[in-house]
Protein backbone atom coordinates (compact mmCIF):
# COMPACT_ATOMS: atom_id res chain seq x y z
CA UNK A 1 0.00 0.00 0.00
CA UNK A 2 2.66 2.61 0.64
CA UNK A 3 4.72 1.43 -2.44
CA UNK A 4 1.52 2.13 -4.18
CA UNK A 5 0.83 5.84 -2.72
CA UNK A 6 4.45 6.42 -3.45
CA UNK A 7 3.92 5.39 -6.91
CA UNK A 8 1.56 7.82 -7.83
CA UNK A 9 2.98 10.73 -5.99
CA UNK A 10 6.21 10.50 -8.24
CA UNK A 11 3.76 10.00 -11.14
CA UNK A 12 1.53 13.11 -10.26
CA UNK A 13 5.01 14.75 -9.79
CA UNK A 14 5.93 14.24 -13.29
CA UNK A 15 2.37 14.76 -15.02
CA UNK A 16 2.92 18.51 -13.63
CA UNK A 17 6.21 18.55 -14.86
CA UNK A 18 5.48 17.83 -17.96
CA UNK A 19 1.70 18.98 -19.16
CA UNK A 20 1.36 21.20 -16.58
CA UNK A 21 5.30 22.74 -16.46
CA UNK A 22 5.08 23.54 -13.46
CA UNK A 23 7.91 22.71 -10.89
CA UNK A 24 6.61 21.13 -7.75
CA UNK A 25 8.11 21.52 -3.95
CA UNK A 26 7.01 20.50 -0.46
CA UNK A 27 7.61 22.09 2.19
CA UNK A 28 8.17 20.01 5.79
CA UNK A 29 5.10 19.08 7.33
CA UNK A 30 5.93 19.26 11.34
CA UNK A 31 3.77 15.89 12.25
CA UNK A 32 3.40 15.67 16.19
CA UNK A 33 5.33 12.50 17.77
CA UNK A 34 3.05 9.46 18.27
CA UNK A 35 0.93 10.50 15.55
CA UNK A 36 2.28 7.67 13.74
CA UNK A 37 3.90 4.94 14.36
CA UNK A 38 6.73 2.46 11.92
CA UNK A 39 5.78 -1.01 11.62
CA UNK A 40 9.15 -3.24 13.26
CA UNK A 41 8.37 -5.85 10.87
CA UNK A 42 7.24 -4.17 7.29
CA UNK A 43 8.10 -0.92 7.79
CA UNK A 44 5.09 0.70 7.27
CA UNK A 45 3.80 4.17 8.87
CA UNK A 46 0.40 3.62 11.06
CA UNK A 47 -1.82 6.23 11.88
CA UNK A 48 -1.56 5.60 15.91
CA UNK A 49 -5.90 5.50 16.14
CA UNK A 50 -5.90 2.75 13.59
CA UNK A 51 -3.24 0.90 15.63
CA UNK A 52 -5.04 1.32 18.51
CA UNK A 53 -8.69 0.19 16.86
CA UNK A 54 -6.95 -3.29 15.56
CA UNK A 55 -5.58 -3.94 19.04
CA UNK A 56 -1.78 -2.64 17.94
CA UNK A 57 -1.95 -5.25 15.22
CA UNK A 58 -0.40 -3.81 12.20
CA UNK A 59 -2.91 -4.28 9.46
CA UNK A 60 -0.22 -4.47 6.59
CA UNK A 61 1.74 -7.88 7.95
CA UNK A 62 -0.28 -8.52 11.11
CA UNK A 63 2.98 -7.90 13.65
CA UNK A 64 1.98 -7.81 16.64
CA UNK A 65 2.92 -4.52 18.82
CA UNK A 66 3.91 -4.32 22.48
CA UNK A 67 0.59 -3.75 24.41
CA UNK A 68 0.58 -1.80 27.72
CA UNK A 69 -1.01 -3.99 30.87
CA UNK A 70 -4.52 -2.15 30.81
CA UNK A 71 -5.01 -2.11 27.61
CA UNK A 72 -4.13 -5.91 27.59
CA UNK A 73 -6.45 -6.89 30.39
CA UNK A 74 -9.28 -4.79 28.97
CA UNK A 75 -8.96 -6.60 25.86
CA UNK A 76 -9.17 -10.12 27.82
CA UNK A 77 -12.03 -9.53 30.48
CA UNK A 78 -15.57 -9.30 30.67
CA UNK A 79 -16.15 -5.48 30.55
CA UNK A 80 -16.31 -4.26 33.84
CA UNK A 81 -15.48 -7.49 35.81
CA UNK A 82 -12.11 -6.64 36.55
CA UNK A 83 -11.19 -5.65 40.41
CA UNK A 84 -7.25 -4.97 40.47
CA UNK A 85 -5.71 -6.24 43.74
CA UNK A 86 -2.41 -4.91 45.76
CA UNK A 87 -1.71 -1.49 43.93
CA UNK A 88 -0.37 -0.22 46.88
CA UNK A 89 2.69 -2.08 46.75
CA UNK A 90 5.56 0.04 45.50
CA UNK A 91 9.54 -0.23 44.71
CA UNK A 92 11.37 1.08 47.15
CA UNK A 93 15.75 2.01 46.60
CA UNK A 94 17.11 -0.87 49.18
CA UNK A 95 20.19 -0.25 47.29
CA UNK A 96 20.48 3.33 47.53
CA UNK A 97 21.32 3.39 43.14
CA UNK A 98 21.69 6.98 42.00
CA UNK A 99 18.55 8.14 40.10
CA UNK A 100 16.40 5.29 40.24
CA UNK A 101 13.47 6.75 42.52
CA UNK A 102 13.40 9.12 38.78
CA UNK A 103 13.42 6.12 36.61
CA UNK A 104 10.77 4.63 38.54
CA UNK A 105 8.53 7.61 38.30
CA UNK A 106 8.97 8.08 34.79
CA UNK A 107 7.77 4.66 33.89
CA UNK A 108 4.99 5.26 36.82
CA UNK A 109 3.97 8.30 34.28
CA UNK A 110 4.64 6.14 31.09
CA UNK A 111 2.09 3.15 32.12
CA UNK A 112 -0.44 5.33 34.80
CA UNK A 113 0.61 2.59 36.80
CA UNK A 114 2.57 2.20 40.20
CA UNK A 115 4.40 -1.04 39.39
CA UNK A 116 5.41 -2.83 36.51
CA UNK A 117 2.61 -5.22 37.18
CA UNK A 118 -1.06 -5.08 37.24
CA UNK A 119 -3.03 -7.55 38.92
CA UNK A 120 -6.36 -8.52 40.18
CA UNK A 121 -9.88 -10.75 39.36
CA UNK A 122 -12.24 -11.00 36.63
CA UNK A 123 -13.74 -13.38 34.64
CA UNK A 124 -13.29 -14.22 31.16
CA UNK A 125 -16.87 -15.09 29.72
CA UNK A 126 -18.29 -15.53 32.72
CA UNK A 127 -15.47 -17.72 34.01
CA UNK A 128 -13.30 -16.15 37.07
CA UNK A 129 -9.91 -15.68 36.78
CA UNK A 130 -6.75 -14.38 38.69
CA UNK A 131 -5.03 -12.03 36.41
CA UNK A 132 -2.00 -10.38 35.73
CA UNK A 133 -0.26 -8.72 33.46
CA UNK A 134 3.71 -6.79 32.95
CA UNK A 135 3.78 -3.44 31.25
CA UNK A 136 6.96 -3.02 29.10
CA UNK A 137 6.40 0.87 29.45
CA UNK A 138 7.45 0.69 32.97
CA UNK A 139 11.38 -0.36 32.56
CA UNK A 140 10.48 -2.82 30.62
CA UNK A 141 8.56 -4.70 32.63
CA UNK A 142 11.60 -5.55 34.83
CA UNK A 143 10.50 -7.63 38.01
CA UNK A 144 12.09 -5.90 41.28
CA UNK A 145 10.84 -7.01 44.88
CA UNK A 146 7.84 -5.05 44.22
CA UNK A 147 6.45 -6.49 40.85
CA UNK A 148 8.09 -10.28 42.66
CA UNK A 149 5.79 -9.53 45.59
CA UNK A 150 2.72 -8.71 43.51
CA UNK A 151 2.85 -11.38 41.74
CA UNK A 152 3.26 -13.54 45.04
CA UNK A 153 -0.15 -12.03 46.17
CA UNK A 154 -1.70 -12.79 43.09
CA UNK A 155 -0.78 -16.19 43.08
CA UNK A 156 -1.58 -16.70 46.52
CA UNK A 157 -4.66 -15.55 46.28
CA UNK A 158 -5.62 -17.91 43.47
CA UNK A 159 -4.35 -20.67 45.79
CA UNK A 160 -6.61 -19.23 48.41
CA UNK A 161 -9.48 -18.47 46.75
CA UNK A 162 -9.45 -21.77 44.30
CA UNK A 163 -9.03 -19.81 41.02
CA UNK A 164 -7.59 -20.17 37.47
CA UNK A 165 -4.43 -17.88 37.18
CA UNK A 166 -3.50 -16.24 33.84
CA UNK A 167 -0.38 -14.41 33.62
CA UNK A 168 0.87 -12.34 30.71
CA UNK A 169 4.64 -11.45 30.58
CA UNK A 170 6.63 -8.70 29.01
CA UNK A 171 9.36 -8.26 30.64
CA UNK A 172 13.00 -7.60 29.73
CA UNK A 173 14.14 -9.64 33.20
CA UNK A 174 14.89 -8.78 36.61
CA UNK A 175 15.84 -5.54 37.65
CA UNK A 176 19.49 -4.93 37.86
CA UNK A 177 18.83 -1.45 40.19
CA UNK A 178 17.92 -3.88 43.16
CA UNK A 179 20.64 -6.37 42.67
CA UNK A 180 19.91 -9.42 44.63
CA UNK A 181 16.54 -8.37 45.93
CA UNK A 182 15.18 -8.73 42.13
CA UNK A 183 17.00 -12.02 41.78
CA UNK A 184 15.22 -13.66 44.81
CA UNK A 185 11.18 -12.99 43.05
CA UNK A 186 12.49 -15.64 40.77
CA UNK A 187 12.30 -17.88 43.65
CA UNK A 188 9.38 -16.55 45.58
CA UNK A 189 6.72 -16.36 42.71
CA UNK A 190 8.08 -19.92 41.73
CA UNK A 191 7.71 -21.61 45.05
CA UNK A 192 4.27 -19.80 45.43
CA UNK A 193 3.21 -21.31 41.94
CA UNK A 194 3.78 -24.73 43.35
CA UNK A 195 1.46 -24.54 46.17
CA UNK A 196 -0.84 -23.59 43.47
CA UNK A 197 0.38 -26.63 42.14
CA UNK A 198 -0.04 -28.64 44.87
CA UNK A 199 -3.63 -27.39 44.78
CA UNK A 200 -5.11 -29.10 41.21
CA UNK A 201 -5.41 -25.12 39.87
CA UNK A 202 -4.73 -24.30 36.80
CA UNK A 203 -1.91 -21.59 35.61
CA UNK A 204 -1.70 -20.47 31.85
CA UNK A 205 1.19 -18.27 31.13
CA UNK A 206 0.94 -16.24 28.31
CA UNK A 207 4.58 -14.83 26.52
CA UNK A 208 4.33 -11.50 25.07
CA UNK A 209 7.05 -9.72 23.27
CA UNK A 210 9.51 -9.64 24.79
CA UNK A 211 9.70 -12.10 27.71
CA UNK A 212 13.32 -12.32 28.79
CA UNK A 213 15.59 -12.72 31.80
CA UNK A 214 14.52 -13.66 35.04
CA UNK A 215 11.02 -13.40 34.52
CA UNK A 216 11.30 -16.19 31.82
CA UNK A 217 13.93 -18.08 33.98
CA UNK A 218 10.88 -18.47 36.61
CA UNK A 219 6.72 -18.12 36.66
CA UNK A 220 7.07 -17.30 32.60
CA UNK A 221 7.87 -20.77 32.21
CA UNK A 222 5.86 -22.44 34.70
CA UNK A 223 2.27 -22.57 33.17
CA UNK A 224 0.68 -25.78 32.76
CA UNK A 225 -0.49 -24.39 29.37
CA UNK A 226 2.51 -22.30 27.83
CA UNK A 227 0.68 -20.28 25.33
CA UNK A 228 3.17 -17.86 23.23
CA UNK A 229 1.54 -14.69 21.69
CA UNK A 230 1.91 -14.35 17.90
CA UNK A 231 5.08 -12.17 16.83
CA UNK A 232 6.91 -12.59 20.54
CA UNK A 233 10.92 -12.36 20.92
CA UNK A 234 11.24 -15.04 23.51
CA UNK A 235 14.77 -16.55 25.83
CA UNK A 236 16.85 -15.67 28.24
CA UNK A 237 20.06 -13.49 27.14
CA UNK A 238 20.56 -11.68 23.97
CA UNK A 239 21.75 -13.26 21.06
CA UNK A 240 25.05 -11.49 21.18
CA UNK A 241 25.59 -12.49 24.59
CA UNK A 242 24.79 -15.95 24.45
CA UNK A 243 27.07 -15.98 20.63
CA UNK A 244 29.92 -14.57 23.10
CA UNK A 245 29.65 -17.08 26.03
CA UNK A 246 28.95 -20.54 23.80
CA UNK A 247 31.17 -19.41 21.31
CA UNK A 248 28.96 -20.56 18.75
CA UNK A 249 27.07 -19.99 16.18
CA UNK A 250 23.29 -19.65 16.90
CA UNK A 251 20.49 -20.81 14.70
CA UNK A 252 18.55 -18.58 12.98
CA UNK A 253 15.25 -16.88 14.61
CA UNK A 254 15.70 -19.18 18.07
CA UNK A 255 14.03 -17.14 20.11
CA UNK A 256 11.07 -16.53 17.65
CA UNK A 257 7.93 -18.00 18.85
CA UNK A 258 7.72 -20.15 16.13
CA UNK A 259 11.22 -21.53 17.10
CA UNK A 260 10.14 -22.14 20.95
CA UNK A 261 6.81 -24.05 19.72
CA UNK A 262 8.85 -25.99 17.01
CA UNK A 263 11.37 -27.11 20.11
CA UNK A 264 8.64 -27.77 22.69
CA UNK A 265 9.07 -24.57 24.90
CA UNK A 266 5.22 -23.23 24.15
CA UNK A 267 2.34 -25.28 23.56
CA UNK A 268 0.81 -23.04 20.93
CA UNK A 269 0.92 -19.53 19.54
CA UNK A 270 -2.15 -18.01 19.77
CA UNK A 271 -3.29 -14.31 17.49
CA UNK A 272 -4.52 -11.47 19.79
CA UNK A 273 -7.21 -11.39 18.70
CA UNK A 274 -8.28 -15.11 19.32
CA UNK A 275 -6.74 -14.86 22.59
CA UNK A 276 -9.74 -14.28 24.80
CA UNK A 277 -11.49 -17.05 23.02
CA UNK A 278 -8.76 -19.07 23.25
CA UNK A 279 -8.11 -18.85 26.93
CA UNK A 280 -12.26 -19.41 27.82
CA UNK A 281 -11.96 -22.53 25.54
CA UNK A 282 -9.06 -23.83 27.99
CA UNK A 283 -10.36 -22.40 30.85
CA UNK A 284 -13.68 -24.17 30.13
CA UNK A 285 -12.18 -27.45 29.03
CA UNK A 286 -10.56 -27.29 32.99
CA UNK A 287 -13.20 -26.48 34.91
CA UNK A 288 -13.79 -29.21 37.66
CA UNK A 289 -17.54 -28.93 37.73
CA UNK A 290 -18.37 -27.35 34.81
CA UNK A 291 -19.62 -24.25 36.78
CA UNK A 292 -18.40 -20.39 36.93
CA UNK A 293 -16.06 -19.38 39.65
CA UNK A 294 -17.92 -17.34 41.87
Given at each position: ???????????????????????????????????????????????EKTLQLGHYICPFCDFHFRMNATSRVDLIVDEGSFESLYDDIRSLNPLGIQNYEEKVKIGQELSKLNEA??????????????????????????????????????????????????????????????????????????????????????????????????????????????????????????????????????????????????????????????????????????????????
Open positions: MNDFLEHRKKRLEEFKKTVRKKEVTYKPIDIPEGLFFKCDQCGAAIYFLCGTGKIVGIKVAIGALDSTFMMGSMGSAVGEKVSRLIEYATKHKLPLVIFSASGGARMQEGIYSLMQMAKTSAALLRHDQENLLYISVLTNPTTGGVAASFASLGDIMIAEKSSLIGFAGARVIKQTIRQDLPEGFQTDEFQLNHGQVDMIVHRSDMRKTLYQLLKLHQKDGHDND
